[in-house]
Nanobody, 114 residues
Framework: QVQLVESGGGSVQPGGSLRLSCVAS????????MRWYRQAPGKERELVAG????????IFADSVKGRFTISRDNAKNTVYLEMNNLKPEDSAVYYC???????WGQGTQVTVSS
């Protein structure tokens, strides 16, 4: 069965950095487009970034462009989200997801505050 296990979240001060990881199993990861989403309290879940199966193409929400980077290691079935210059409005639970499949992992909490 599909499994997505996110990790790497935590509490940081504004301007700080975090690197999230998502380990996938139960499907052919190297063929899958992957995405990161986030959901803040009281808000809808939103797309943060996406990456195609080979890593050749990426997309980012306007709010994170220039600050976040998405990458993947198909040998490790892992997709990463490098987050720099974090802002309080980046605080949310972050989820990874296989594009086109309605399955969500447990997410990892990111809190940015001073």
């Amino acid at each position: 069965q599909v499994q997505l296990v996110e990790s790497g979240g935590g509490s940081v001060q504004p301007g700080g950095s975090l690197r999230l990881s998502c380990v996938a199993s139960g499907f052919t990861f190297s063929s899958a487009t992957m995405r990161w989403y986030r959901q803040a309290p009281g808000k809808e879940r939103e797309l943060v970034a996406g990456i195609t199966s080979t890593g050749s193409n990426t997309i980012f929400a306007d709010s994170v462009k220039g600050r976040f980077t998405i990458s993947r290691d198909n040998a490790k079935n892992t997709v990463y989200l490098e987050m720099n210059n974090l802002k309080p409005e980046d605080s949310a639970v972050y989820y990874c997801k296989r594009f086109g499949v309605n399955y969500w992992g447990q997410g990892t909490q990111v809190t940015v505050s001073s």
